[in-house]
């Protein structure tokens, strides 16, 4: 079984600081695409950043250049470092990775985490 794990998340003050940490584990044999989502309440779910394996990095445009993805493949890790935090950040936190599982699988199956909670006072 596969499984992703995110830590990280608090409560920060406005422009604080966090760093997410998201750790894949079990029968992977390798991962492609990583991603950090958030959910707000009564909000959709969005895309935060997303990182290729190759380490191409895409960011939704309302957090600028504040936010930063970064990965380590031999780990099977995925980060994500929030700089300037404002309230309006404040979501649930979630990882996703599209994870190939066997050598002779040319498919790659979509995994998300369990979540961490991240709270911006103002």
């Known amino acids: 079984q596969v499984q992703l794990v995110e830590s990280g998340g608090g409560l920060v003050q406005a422009g604080g600081s966090l760093r997410l940490s998201c750790a894949a584990s079990g029968s992977i044999f390798t991962i492609n695409d990583m991603g950090w989502y958030r959910q707000a309440p009564g909000k959709q779910r969005e895309l935060v950043a997303s990182i290729t394996f190759g380490g191409t990095a895409n960011y939704v445009g309302s957090v600028g250049g504040r936010f930063t993805i970064s990965r380590d493949n031999a780990k099977n890790m995925v980060y994500l470092h929030m700089n300037s935090l404002r309230p309006e950040d404040t979501a649930v936190y979630y990882c996703?990775?599209?994870?190939?599982?066997?050598?002779?699988?040319?498919?790659?199956?979509?995994?998300w985490g369990q979540g961490t909670q991240v709270t911006v006072s103002s």
């Open positions: 996703n990775a599209k994870i190939r599982l066997r050598a002779f699988d040319s498919r790659a199956y979509n995994f």
